[in-house]
Structure formats: C-alpha cells, structure tokens
C-alpha cells in the first residue's frame, strides 16, 4: 500500500516542502531510511541524519530550520512525535482492516456476531456467544461459550477465551492471551494429596483495556476477576482468581499477583513484581522492577525491594549495602585499635 506526501500532509494537516507525489510504501528509522520509505526527526540527537537519510518522507517540527539542502520530500508539522505516532495508528488500521469469514471455521449456530466482523481460519466461536461490531478474530482463536465481547476488538491469533468470559468495546488481546482458565485452588486430603476446588466465577474485562502475549488471567472462584477499563498489561503477566486491578494502571511484564488481591487506580507496577494475595493496593502506587509486595500499600506510596519498602529509604539503604565491605573493615580497624588501647591500658 502506497500513500503521497500531499495524502499524508492532509491526514496529519501539515505543510509539505518539497515533492508533494512520492510515495512511500513502508516506516523507517531516519538513520536507517532508504527510497520509498517513511520517517520523522523529533530528537536534536538524529538532526544530522537528514542530511543524509535517503528516506523519500521526513516529518519534522513546524519551526524546524534546514541548514543547507535535503533529498528528502519533508512534511512540517505542530509535533512531528505525536504525528508520526497518529501515522502509526492509521498505518495499524488500514493495515489490520480486514473483514469476511476464511474457511475452515467454525460458528455456533447460536452465536450472535455483528457487522463488519472478521474471522481467520481454524477459529471455533461456542455456543451463545455475542460479538460486536468491527472485531477482528484472528487464525487460531478459541473463544468459549456465552462469552461477550464488545465492539471494535481485536484477538489476535492464538487467544484463548474460557467461557463466560465478558470483554468491554475497543480491546485487544495478542497472540497467546488466555482469559478464564481455573485459578490455583487446591485443597489437600488426609493423604497429603491435592484436588482442584471447582473454580465457577468469571473474567470481566471493562473498554479499552490492552492485553499482551503470552499473559493469562484466571476466572474468579467466586464471582468476577475484574479488569477495570484503561488497564494496560504487558507480556507475560499472570493474574490469578478474583483478583481486582483498578481504572489505567499498567503492569509490566513477567509480574504476578496472588488470587484475591485488589489494585487501585493509575498505578503503575514494574517487570518481574510478585504480589502476594489477599491484599490491597492503593491509587497512584508505584512500585519498581523486581519488588516483592507482601503486604497492602497506601494511596501514592513508591516502593522497591523484596520485602519492598519505602523507594527514597531503598535508595538510601542500598548505599549502605554496596559500602558493607568497607563499613566492616572500618569496624574491625577500630575494634582492633579500640582493643589495642584496652591493653595498653591496663
């Protein structure tokens, strides 16, 4: 798919100097820009890259001076980040734009799908399953029997949906994401051997709420695993039963968090976090990489460290641990001088 200079000046509503019919077919890194391709400069660092990238479109700042002559067709703009990343959108759109049935399928006769759907190949739809309009089902997807999803998704190949799953408009679920299979209860007998406890609750997923591969989130024992609307989720991440994470927080990959804990909203948690459950977390909480939560935290609370602790006194505390060896050393000298005066003394 080709687009001009002028279409893309229209979409993005900026000026062009230079060629307003090249055409680009493909994104590029400006450094790495070559004919037929399309990038921007928005960092001072790369400003000399467009002197010599032989993409065919730059996008640059409105109030960006050239200091001697380019070969690349530029296209001024208010912010050429922001333009650049509503190109990508636009670009992802027309990209994923695909409707129609590919056979072989297969579609309960009881589901209900809106307009405009598509559905890959090998996908299976159960049994009193409703989908809205514009959602996009990829090869290899599994979706249940009376789950729900809304308009404007998208499941990317390999998703699997447990049933009675319910999935709020404007999703998306890539590759490998899987909604609603039994949480971790178990209980032992007198043997010492383990039966699993029937697991009869569900996963809802509120509006626009991103999902990334591999993560799995496990349907409530009781009632509802619940994923608040805005949420972000990163590869990798497992989200035990009945677990509850609040409105825009965003959690990144490799993280767990123990059954029944409840996350509040606009927190922002690291890669490779371990929450343990039954707890509760408040709003605007930020915890760093590799933090161990065990026990509930306050609203605007900043932690690190496994126990976590306080961010500012991790810092502080850290220092003091990278110095240990010399601090130890320092002691022993003034041990052994204290000792040394102790005998001379007496």
């Known amino acids: 798919m080709k687009f001009t200079a002028k279409q893309i000046a229209e979409i993005l509503e900026g000026e062009i100097e230079g060629n307003p019919d090249k055409e680009v077919s493909k994104l590029s890194k400006i450094e790495e820009g070559e004919e037929g391709s399309l990038t921007f400069l928005s960092n001072p660092k790369y400003q000399s890259y467009l002197y010599t990238t032989k993409a065919s479109i730059t996008i640059v700042d409105k109030d960006f001076i050239l200091e001697k002559k380019v070969s690349t067709t530029l296209i001024k703009v208010e912010n050429a980040y922001k333009s650049f990343s509503k190109l990508l959108e636009f670009y992802n759109e027309v990209k994923n734009n695909k409707t129609g049935r590919e056979e072989p399928h297969f579609i309960s006769s009881t589901a209900i799908l809106g307009a405009n759907e598509y559905i890959g190949a090998f996908s299976y739809i159960g049994e009193n399953v409703s989908i809205g309009e514009n959602v996009k089902i990829y090869p290899h997807t599994y979706i249940g029997n009376n789950v729900i999803i809304g308009n404007n998704c998208t499941l990317f190949s390999g998703v699997k949906i447990y049933s009675e799953t319910k999935i709020g408009n404007d999703c998306k679920l890539h590759s490998g994401v899987i909604i609603g299979s039994d949480g971790f209860g178990f209980t032992p007998n007198e043997k010492g051997e383990y039966k699993a406890v029937p697991q009869i609750g569900n996963v809802i997923i509120e ?91 306050k609203d605007n609370e900043t932690v690190q460290g496994s126990p976590a602790f306080s961010y500012p006194d991790f810092n502080k505390s850290y220092v003091h641990f990278r110095n240990l060896p010399k601090t130890v050393t320092t002691l022993n000298k003034i041990e052994t001088k204290l000792n040394t005066l102790k005998i001379s003394d007496e």
């Open 207 to 297: 509006d626009n709420v991103d999902i990334g591969s591999g993560t799995t989130i496990d349907r409530a024992t009781l009632g509802s695993t619940i994923i608040r609307k805005g949420v972000k989720l990163d590869n990798q991440i497992q989200i035990a039963h009945n677990v509850e994470i609040g409105e825009n927080t965003v959690i990144a990959s490799q993280t767990g968090v123990a059954g029944s804990t409840k996350i509040g909203k606009n927190c922002m948690i690291g890669g490779q976090v371990g929450i343990v459950g039954h707890i509760s977390i408040g709003d605007n909480v930020k915890v760093q990489a590799q933090s161990g939560i065990s026990k509930s935290l």
